[in-house]
């Protein structure tokens, strides 16, 4: 069966942890975003993959090459212009083949596709949406169920007052190839704001399939320091490139800790990784590879970026440091994002005090 990776339109930036990268191509511990949705699908045993790029995702592209080193194939499929993702689909219409799935390039989950692919195929149905508990059902797009797992009636981003006895939206959609002549060419559609609804208008049958799962979508900051933390507490599962050497501490190769150090689990030290006397590394923390962690400093509910310097005597707490970033010797930062630009620190404390304020009050956030 194909599958279709979704990781076009325009070009998205999850502000600030990196200000020149899309979020597909935001490191996840150690490996871009969208290379663990093909890990997750090479797992799976699916090995026809095609990935709908716009012109500035060219660097997709560069970093998955044609599958071969996944032992699957990968196409690309290049936007001239964004038309939403049932426009995208549209632009495959003579390479897609029968039944397909649909995948975002920015999601980390878990789901298991395979018995959702059997419940689609025994019920005949010309899409499937897989669904899964969600936090916040107004994020994400909901469905209304009628008889037999039917969609009645699809609701993007509801209001809380109509987002009771939904079921939410995974963004994974299984479809039927005759679903995509219903798609106008050269017009801008979206999956869920018209192509569902005009297969509900119908009377196509839309089902949803229920998957016990963890998924997140990694379009904000909160939802990517919240993946992390699924993954080092055990709620989500994910292929990690480092070992687990006890309960709770995945370390890569050739990491160096010193023996008067503390860690404290859950906790993730990328590949060469150095870690100083007397410092400590508190849990729910992920540290880049590359990364220094100096003498007496303390690293707590953090996210390091690689090649970051946390200088001697410094403290970073429920805090989100990009690539190559430095702290001071005796710094201390507390529940901010900081990432480096043009040889200039930019920190959300500065830039965006609400998303601060935001952060400030989740106690999840900050690990304590």
């Known amino acids: 069966m194909q599958v279709v990776i979704l990781a076009g339109g325009p070009q998205q930036r ?11 191509m935001l490191p996840f511990f150690e490996c871009p975003v969208i290379e663990h949705v093909v890990r997750l699908l090479v797992r799976q045993g699916f090995e026809d993959i095609i990935i709908s790029l716009c012109r500035e995702s060219t660097d997709v592209a560069d970093h998955l090459g044609n599958g071969r080193r996944f032992g699957v194939s990968i196409r690309y ?6 038309l939403g993702t049932g426009g995208a689909l549209k632009a495959l219409e003579d390479i897609l083949e029968e039944t397909f799935i649909v995948i975002p390039g920015d999601l980390i989950t878990d789901v298991d596709l395979t018995p959702a692919i059997a419940f689609h195929r025994s019920r005949s149905s010309a899409a499937t949406v897989i669904t899964s508990a969600s936090d916040d059902p107004t994020l994400h ?5 009628g008889n037999d797992d039917k969609v009645a009636r699809v609701l993007v981003k509801p209001s809380a007052k109509d987002a009771i006895d939904v079921c939410v939206s995974t963004g994974i959609t299984i479809l039927d ?3 995509i002549k219903r798609i106008p060419p050269f017009e ?10 005009r297969l509900i208008k119908e009377a196509e049958w839309v089902r949803a399939y229920h998957a016990d799962c963890r998924w997140l979508d990694v379009g904000t900051v909160l939802s990517y320091k919240a993946a992390h933390f699924d993954v080092l507490e055990g709620r989500l599962k994910a292929e990690l490139n480092a070992e687990a050497v006890e309960p709770g501490i995945w370390i890569g190769e050739r990491v160096q800790i010193d023996p008067t150090a503390q860690i404290v689990p859950p906790v993730y030290l990328g590949s060469g990784t150095v870690i100083g006397p007397e410092a ?7 540290i880049g590879a590359e990364t220094a962690v100096g003498e007496r400093a303390t690293v707590r509910a953090s996210i390091i970026g690689s090649g970051s310097r946390v200088a001697a005597n410094s403290s970073v707490v429920g805090c989100l440091l990009g690539t190559q970033y430095c702290t001071e010797e005796g710094e201390a930062l507390l529940n901010c994002s900081a990432f480096n630009t043009k040889q200039t620190d930019v920190r959300s404390t500065d830039i965006n005090a609400e998303l601060l304020a935001n952060y400030s009050t989740r106690a999840d956030f900050v690990g304590l």
């Open 177 to 179: 190839r005759h679903v």
């Open 141 to 145: 797009t909901c469905f209304e169920l």
């Open 280 to 286: 400590v590394i508190g849990a729910r923390t992920v």
């Open 77 to 82: 499929c290049t936007e001239g212009k964004p």
């Open 188 to 197: 801008s559609r979206d999956i869920d704001r018209d192509v569902l609804p």
């Open 14 to 24: 999850v502000y600030p942890i990196n200000s020149n990268t899309s979020k597909f």
